[in-house]
């Protein structure tokens, strides 16, 4: 799972860390940098894509696709890989979001079959 970080990373030189969590919460391998805690980074992870599984299905907008935040230093995109797990991707704030969502279904799909 860490060499398919690393391939993010390489393919796609605007993202500044990655991880993969689980559903629980519990990091299952990551790429992130040493200033930042891995546990409050898949804490936060399986947070969000609960939430947003919850808000795309009680306003029927559909499986939930992607969740991602825009602020003044880049974005944070997690995408859902299977029914197990998330990818948690931040990147800089100039990166082109359709190259990086691209990159990062390749990834999800290539996690799922992992796990």
Known sequence: MVER???LSASSPDVEASAIVSVDGLTMASALPQNVEEDRVAAMSAAMLSLGERIANELGRGQLDQVYIRGE???VILMAV????VLTVMARPETQLGLLFLEMR???KELAALL
């Open 73 to 75: 230093g880049g974005y």
């Open 106 to 108: 390749r990834t999800t």
């Open 82 to 85: 299977g029914r197990e797990a």
């Open 5 to 7: 970080l690393q391939n």
